[in-house]
């Protein structure tokens, strides 16, 4: 069972976690050399992004327009929607390459009520597909379904004709391995609650010069899931998991040449807020030593881990300052995406998503159409991974969305809540 059990660990994190070669480890005569130290957490189903719009755009979606699916990405985009009201439903087979029942689907919902004021809510549920649970000479214990969800609301609000602001708090819910008993521990769901915080300017600029109609840049910046450390146990004292606590920030620029064509590209950033793994060595003798400050992981509460994630690589500056500036770089993962869109009713999308070999490796390419009409849009995204026998070869993602210009359009108007 302890050997089913760490197979199944180390594909839960593989999701954002895995490379596909082997990289050095950490030498202690050498600690500016780069090396294999990639930063796991519990929930990381929280990062994935659900949409098939920011899929074909390299999972890049903190800056871009607001749609239906702002809940991930940014909430503050959410009042500066030209919709009052809009339902999306999303869905993807995940890790295809290596099973076929995992999947991830995603409901999400919003509600401008007023044109300075917008509520949100959505449901991502994770399926991990069944389990035979077996002991260490292969005998069935039993089987299960591992599956994790999370539900979050939404309040964002217009701090003035181009800034908001949103607050999004979470409830997540983890079972992995319920009822098996791993190390004499009984395993159980694991519970937290978390909160985003999100910012979004959007400013539109007039040109009058033939061809080139008006333009629109855009900045969005993120911090979510800051919330509780997550247990799996029944044990009071066992190991407590960080939350995927993530930054994002990025910039878009759309161009509207005419009516009909409009042509937006962009760059983000994001950086897991949790600490970095602390590193080691054994020494001639065999006696195991740590590089640099902080030995135990359990000891840091969640709010001191997100001020240590800026300076705790290699050992924190104190004890190696250009190690550990280089290794909170390769922290840092890049999304670029681009997308042109004709008359607002057909999208062609391309991006790339780029993470250090040291900390993740996921490095691919998307493309993405959509085509809406009417109230409703339908769009689709694939992977291209630069590495081959990448777990996230042949990644497709579904997204269904119902957009309502006028629910209750008229009404609130009447009431002189919107404004023309």
């Not at 991930?72 to 390459?97: C, M, Q, R, T």
């Not at 449901?123 to 979050?152: K, M, V």
């Not at 939350?243 to 897991?272: Q, S």
């Not at 809406?372 to 339908?378: G, L, Q, R, S």
Request: with cysteine; aromatic share 14%.
């Amino acid at each position: 069972m302890k050997k089913h059990l760490l197979l199944f660990s180390l594909l839960f994190f593989v999701m954002c976690s895995l490379s596909a070669q082997r990289l050095n480890d950490f030498d202690p005569d050498n600690p500016t050399q780069p090396y294999l130290n990639t930063i796991t957490t519990a929930a990381p189903f929280l990062l994935i992004a659900p949409d098939s719009r920011a899929g074909g755009m390299g999972d890049m979606g903190v800056a871009t327009a607001p749609d239906n699916y702002s809940q991930h990405h940014n909430p503050a985009k959410y009042v500066f929607n030209e919709d009052i009201f809009g339902i999306g439903i999303a869905y993807s087979p995940w890790l295809n390459k290596l099973v076929s029942d995992i999947h991830l689907a995603y409901l999400s919902t919003f509600w401008k009520i007023t044109d300075n004021d917008a509520i949100a809510f959505s449901l991502r549920y994770f399926s991990l597909g069944d389990i035979t649970w077996t002991n260490q000479y292969g005998d069935i214990w039993g089987t299960g379904n591992p599956n994790e969800f999370s539900l979050d609301f939404t309040y964002s609000r217009k701090l003035s004709n181009i800034v908001s602001m949103a607050v999004t708090p979470r409830f997540i819910y983890s079972n992995l391995a319920t009822g098996v008993e791993l190390s004499g521990a009984m395993m159980t769901p694991g519970l937290a609650g978390a909160v985003d915080i999100s910012l979004f300017v959007n400013k539109e600029f007039a040109h009058g010069r033939e061809g080139f109609k008006s333009s629109e840049l855009m900045f969005g910046f993120n911090v979510s899931n800051i919330g509780n450390k997550m247990s799996y146990s029944n044990e009071a004292n066992g190991r407590r998991d960080f939350l995927p606590t993530n930054m994002r920030l990025g910039l878009t620029y759309a161009m509207m040449f005419d009516d009909y064509n409009k042509l937006a590209f962009g760059v983000e950033a994001g950086k897991l807020l949790v600490p970095t793994p602390p590193v080691g060595y054994r020494d001639s003798i065999g006696d195991w030593h740590y590089w640099g400050n902080g030995r135990n992981l359990q000891d840091i509460n969640p709010i001191v881990g997100i001020g240590r994630s800026f300076a705790d690589g290699a050992g924190g500056y104190k004890f190696n300052p250009i190690g550990a500036l280089n290794e909170e770089f390769r922290e840092v993962v890049w999304s670029f995406g681009l997308e042109y869109s004709y008359r607002d009713l057909l999208f062609v999308r391309t991006g790339t998503f780029l993470e250090s070999k040291y900390k993740g490796n996921r490095k691919f390419a998307t493309v993405g159409v959509g085509i809406k009409y009417n109230i409703f849009a339908i769009d689709v995204c694939y992977l291209f991974p630069f590495t081959q026998t990448h777990p996230l070869e042949n990644t497709l993602r579904f997204s269904l969305t119902f957009m309502l210009q006028s629910f209750n359009k008229e009404r609130i108007k009447d009431q002189g809540k919107i404004k023309n």
